[in-house]
C-alpha cells in the first residue's frame, strides 16, 4: 500500500506558513507501522492540483490533502478533485449546515461568498470538523482513496485522529504497532547508544534514537511486543535515575504528578525567559493544584521591589549572577508562599552580552524549603533558543530535585 | 525558470522532525518574484533519490535540496547525486580540511568514519558551511543546477543566504521585488476577501490571503509599484481601524515600538495564559526597555497577597470575573509602577467550566493611568487555542488603546 500527501496551497511554497500538518500525519501513521512515501506540496493552481490527482491517483492507493477548504477565492481542492474525477459540483447540504451552525456559535454572518466553501463533488464521502466550518470530503479515483482536509493544523489533526484513521482502519485493516516513546534526562546519548548495541535486537524490531533538548529519546516500534519490552526493562534497569517514566513525554507533566503526590507547591521568578517556564507548566491541564504563580521580574526595579533582591546584590554582581537568582528563588517562594521555586536570570541576546557575560549566559536556582542551588549555563543558540533551553533545563533540575525525596 | 525543492530525510515521512528548511527557501526566494514550483519530501532511498534527481532535471532549472550530508550511513545525497550525473566519487580535499578544522574547533576527533561525509562528486562546485562541518555542493544535470544543502536549519539558512543567492542572483539574474505584506486585526477573512475581489487586480501583482491566529494576512507582491500602491491604499482605507501598520508584522514588536516612542512602560497580570503574554512580548528584543515584568497570579492567593485582589471579590464574583480583572490590572499597574497595564483572567478549560462561566470565558483587562477597561470573550477551541487567543486579543486591546493617543 503507497500513501501520498498533497500539501495545498501557495502559502507553503512561497513560505510564511510551515507546513507542520504532514508531519502530524506522518507521525500518526507511524502508529500502524505504515509511512507517506511521499509528500508534496502543490500551489493553488487548478491545472496542476487536477492533473496531480489524476496521475497521483494511479500511483498511490491513499491520498492524503491537507488545505484549499476555505471560502475564499483561492481554496479550489474540492472543484479541483471533481474536475479530476469529472463529477459535479453540487452545494452539499450537510456541509452548509454544518457551517452555517459553526458560523452562527461564533457569531460571524452567513453570506453567499460562504457557500463556495460547501460546492462538494457529488457523492463524496464526508468527514466531521468539530473545530471548524469546513468538512472534511473524499472520492474515489483510480485506485486512489482521495481524502481532503483541512488545513488549519487544529481541524486537520481533529478529523485525522478522530475521524479519517478510523475509516483507514477499518477499510485497509492497519493494526497498530506496539509504539513505546522512552525519554531519559541528562544521560549522554552515546552511554544510551551503546546499551542498545550491546542488546540483540530482532530485525522486526525497529530502534531509533534521537538526542536534544537535554532529553534522550528512545523510539521502539513493531509488533513483537516480547522483544520491545526486553529492550525497555533493559533501558529503564539501567537508566532508572534518568528515565522520565512509562506514559510520560513531557516534564511539565511529571513535574505537576510528583508534587501532586508529594502534596507540596511551587513558584517560579523567570527575568530572560519572560514567562516561557510558566507557560510550559500551566499548559497541563490540572497545573492549578500545585503551581501557585510567578513573577517575571524583567526590570530589576521588580527584582528588588516585588522580589526583595537587595540592591547591592544588583549593583555588586549585576542581574545575571548566582547570587541574583539565589535571591530571585527564595524571594518568589517567600512571596507566594510555596513549599519549592525555580528562578532564571540570563541573557538571551541578541544583545546585552559582554566578554564577561556573554549571550547566553543563564543561571538557574532551583529552591527547596531552606535550600538553594544555583546552576550556571552557556546556551548556545539565538534570543528564542536560549530562552526556550534554559527554560527546558530548569524542568530538568527541578525535576532532578523533586527526585531526590 | 521552475524552481524544486527536494527534503531528503526518512524522518522527515515519519513525522519525527518538521521540515522548517522548504518554507525558508521559498520565503528568501520570495523576495526575487521566484517560488519553488514543487516541494518534495523524499526518504533515504538511493534508488528513489537517483531517479528524482534525473526525472527532475529534466524539468526544473534549479532543484535545491536539503538533507543527508553527514557523516552517518543513511546520508547519502553525495553518492546518489554522483549516480545521476555518471560522476566520479572522490574524497573532496577542501570539504575535508574544512570538516577537520570545525572538528578539531569543538574538540571531536576526527575519524575514519567522517571520510565518507567528504567523498564528492568529482568537479562539484562548493559552498561554505560556516556553522557546521558539511560543505555545500553542486552539480549541472540535463537542465538543472542541482544544489546540496545540509539539513541542520541553521547550517541551511546560513548557506542558503549568504552562498546561494549570490549565486543564483549572478547567474539567474534575480531582481529584488516589491513585497508587501498588511496584517489586519480581529476582522474576518471573508470581509478583507470581498474587498479584494471589489478591486481589479492586474495579472502582474499576485495577491495571497491567509487568517489565523485572530489575524488576516494580504500579501502583495511584484514589479508593479502603482497597482500593489493602489490595492494596499484601498485595504488600508476600508480597514483603517484593523490594520497593524506599515512594516509590522507583529503586534508585539508594534506594541513595544509604540510605547518606546511614548515613553512609557507596561506590566501585565496573568491567569489562564500562565505568562504567554509576557512570553510574546519579551520574544521581542528591547523588550525590556518598556515591559517592567508580570505577575502569574495562578493561585487565588497569589491574586489576593501579590495583586492585592479584595478577598471579598473573588468569593462575591469569583476569579474570572469583570471586577478581578479590573482589580489585577490595576493591582500589577501599582506594583511595578508602569503607565500601562494589561490582565488575563479566564477558563482555559479542559476543566473547571460551568453553565454559568463555560470553558473560554476570558475577561481581559487593560488600564491606562487611572482608567480601566474590562473586556468579555469566550473563545473558542481546546486549552492551548484558548490561550493563545487570549494572549493575541489582549495584545488587541491594548494596541487600541495605544493608538488612541
Redesign the interface.
Known sequence: MRICILSIG???????????N?????????HYGV?????????DNRQEIVSLFIELSKEFDIILTTGGL?????DITAECLALACQSELILNERAYNHMKEMLE??G?TL?K??EHQVMLPKDCLLFNNV?GTALGFSMHLNKADIICMPG?P?EMKAMFSDEVIPYLREKYDFKEITYKDMHFLSVPESEVDAVIRSIEISSDTQC?I?AGSGKVVV?LRGYNNPEIKKVSDKLKSVFKESYLGDNYTDEAKLIIDILKSQNKTI??A?S????????Y???V????EV?????????N??KH??LNVPDDILMNYGAVSEECAAFMASGVKK???TNYAVSITGIA???GGSEEKPVGLVYIGVAKEEEIKVYKNIFN?D??QV?TKSAKKAMLYLLNLLKEY
Open positions: 501557495s502559502e507553503l511554497l512561497e513560505g510564511s506558513v510551515v507546513d507542520t504532514s508531519a502530524f500525519i506522518g507521525s500518526e501513521l507511524a509511512s507517506p512515501d511521499m509528500i508534496r506540496m502543490v500551489k476555505g471560502p475564499t477565492f483561492d456559535r461564533s460571524v453570506r461568498e460562504h473545530k488549519v487544529a531509533i534521537n523510539k513558584s517560579f523567570e530572560c525567559t519572560g514567562g516561557l517556564l510558566s507557560e507548566i500551566t499548559n491541564s490540572g497545573a492549578s503551581f501557585m504563580g510567578s513573577v517575571v521580574s524583567y526590570d526595579s521588580v521591589n516585588v512571596l507566594m508562599k541576546g541578541p544583545n543558540g534570543r528564542q530562552r
